[in-house]
């Protein structure tokens, strides 16, 4: 028994000593001590959860920085999620006290020092989401995968979402932006203090799904992160979509203001700000019936504005802001499926029969402002290699296309396309993700490819953690694409850091739109160019140069 005793001290005291630490870390708030994890043969990682990156946030403002505080805070839990709308969208949850971030730092022998760095900012429609992810039984944003696999710092941050995020009033009473301030408040805090975790500050890529793309996309745009940023990537979201500005943010402000009895006068701004938080989120959800007369995507009004400091232009004359930032950009190839099947459930069944009118409706709507001329130009364009007598597959798929192009698919190869001109001295890279959904020929039509959102699960490394729910091609494909993108991470070219790729990703450039397809089964055939480049010309070329019908 005494013998056991001693054989387990000696166990536990090894441990100790053979496990590589930062122990507590300074930075500049106080001390932090997070938990070291043991992740296999003489590999740890110090992982912080909850860490505070500025001051609990005034309701309407930028953030601030925190003031500090005495002694070790423990960093092991995650932060509360900023205040939102439920899931059953009957009430709240989380908190206004809302800015920390996450950090994960793996260590081989001895301590990781000016390791590349990773911040993920999550999407969610700037309408929901936190910087753990909850997913099914497990946080999909942890980092320790990606941190273990790529051997770089990963961080996850939060920002402000909805009313709290980005209401504004379209002047200088409520400029709006404020989750946008957040994301970059944590952006420069990394900057200033990830050296202390082992972090190099000088090799910062953000990332980010979604929204969470499109605020990638925005924070590369915007003149405050000069010299903070050294690469980004995009998925699924850039600044060009149409749904990631509000262009006529008063008309929002205003509905709110009645919502919660404020006065739309010059005392909106001051009456909506001593408004109860939960009162002004659940006073930021909006009607989300959707019919191909009315899509889906034009339901998203608490979003990024043109404010004048954040964003000071359009973000397509922005681009210069851009030109120091390596940048990589992608789509899945179903990325609209979720999003027009809100328009045009009949896509995602076998029993009901959709329409050819029902392409013709969707198309009108987003053509809208070009009258008929651009609706019958886009109907062409779509339906010019159908069949005669096009089949069920042939026009739902259609639809499924449409939305995939106008929400995601076109808005990404111009923002590519614009990158690559601007930044002569940086790289750009175009993926296409087409893993076909888990559940494609069973809750999914068997012609479903991947869906919105489910890259991330791959990115993140979930596979091997859940080895039971995939198949072995699929902890394949997640290695491929941890190692594309840390590899991207520390030297700005996806083939080149460490972890070996099954192709070579070519440059994206203005002369050869070269782009990768992303899948399991990868070999030279996935390398491809142009991707949908007679829809891409239709909707950035041909529909732009016909005349408005509505004046300006
Ligand atoms: C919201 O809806 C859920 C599911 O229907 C229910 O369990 C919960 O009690 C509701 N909460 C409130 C605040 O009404
Ligand atoms: C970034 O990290 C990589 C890999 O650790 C390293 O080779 C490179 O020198 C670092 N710095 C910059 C500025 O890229």
Not at 38 to 62: T, W
Not at 116 to 125: L, N, Q, R, T
Not at 493 to 504: K, Q
Request: aromatic fraction near 12%.
């Amino acid at each position: 028994m005494t013998a056991m005793l001693g054989i387990l001290v000696v166990a536990v005291f090894l441990e100790t000593v053979s496990a590589t630490s930062l122990g507590v870390v300074y930075t500049e708030g106080g001390m932090v001590e997070g938990e070291n994890i043991h992740i296999g043969s003489g590999h740890y990682m110090d992982v912080f959860k909850g860490v505070p990156f500025a001051d609990i946030p005034g309701r309407f403002e930028k953030p601030k920085r925190h003031p500090g505080w005495d002694g070790i805070l423990k960093a092991t839990e995650y932060g509360k999620e900023c205040l939102q709308v439920n899931s059953f969208v009957n009430g709240t949850s989380g908190s206004e006290d809302c800015l920390y971030l996450n950090i994960w730092v793996p260590h081989g022998s001895i301590v990781s020092s000016d390791l590349p760095v990773m911040v993920w900012i999550y999407g969610g429609g700037f309408m929901i989401g936190n910087s753990m992810g909850f997913y099914l039984d497990t946080n999909l944003y942890s980092g320790q995968q990606i941190a273990e696999r790529g051997n770089v710092v990963v961080v996850t941050l939060a920002y402000r979402v909805g009313t709290l995020g980005f209401l504004s009033t379209g002047d200088s009473s409520l400029l709006g932006n404020y989750g946008l301030w957040d994301q970059q408040a944590a952006i420069a805090w990394v900057h200033r203090n990830i050296r202390s975790f082992g972090g190099d500050p000088d090799n910062i890529t953000i990332f980010g799904e979604s929204a969470g793309g499109a605020s990638v996309s925005f924070q590369t745009l915007t003149p405050h992160n000069k010299g903070l940023i050294k690469r980004a990537i995009s998925e699924s979201g850039v600044a060009l979509c149409n749904w990631a500005v509000n262009r006529n943010p008063r008309s929002v402000a205003e509905e709110i203001a009645l919502r919660v009895n404020c006065p739309t006068d010059h005392n909106m701004a001051s009456c909506l700000k001593m408004t109860d938080p939960e009162q002004l989120t659940m006073a930021g959800v909006f009607d989300q019936t959707s019919s191909p007369d009315d899509p889906m995507i034009y339901k998203m009004y608490l979003v990024p504005v043109i404010d004048g400091d954040f964003l000071p232009d359009e973000p397509s004359n922005l681009f210069h802001n851009a030109a120091d930032i390596d940048y990589m950009a992608g789509v899945n190839d179903m990325d609209g499926f979720t999003f027009t099947t809100d328009d045009v459930p009949s896509i995602n069944s076998d029993q009901v029969d959709t329409p050819i009118g029902d392409v013709k409706r969707l198309l009108v709507s987003y053509t809208k402002d070009k009258g008929a001329a651009g609706s019958e130009n886009a109907y062409f364009t779509y339906t010019s290699t159908w069949e005669t007598n096009p089949s069920q597959k042939t026009i739902k798929k259609t639809v499924a296309e449409i939305g995939t192009d106008y929400i995601f698919l076109v808005p990404t190869q111009a923002a590519l396309y614009l990158h690559a001109a601007k930044a002569t001295t940086k790289h750009t890279y175009s993926y296409l993700f087409s893993e076909p959904n888990n559940l494609a020929g069973s809750f999914y039509p068997s012609w479903m490819g991947a869906d919105h959102f489910d890259e991330v699960q791959y990115v993140f490394g979930r596979p091997f953690t859940k080895m039971t729910e995939f198949l072995p091609q699929h902890l394949d494909l997640s290695g491929y694409m941890i190692a594309y993108w840390t590899n991207f991470a520390k030297t700005g070219d996806p083939n080149e850091g460490g972890l070996e790729v099954p192709v070579r990703w070519p440059k994206f450039t203005s002369t050869g739109q070269q782009y990768l397809e992303l899948h399991h089964d990868m070999d030279q055939s996935s390398v491809k160019e142009k991707m949908r480049l007679r829809f891409v010309h239709f909707w950035t070329s041909i529909l732009p140069n016909l005349p408005s019908v509505f004046s300006e």
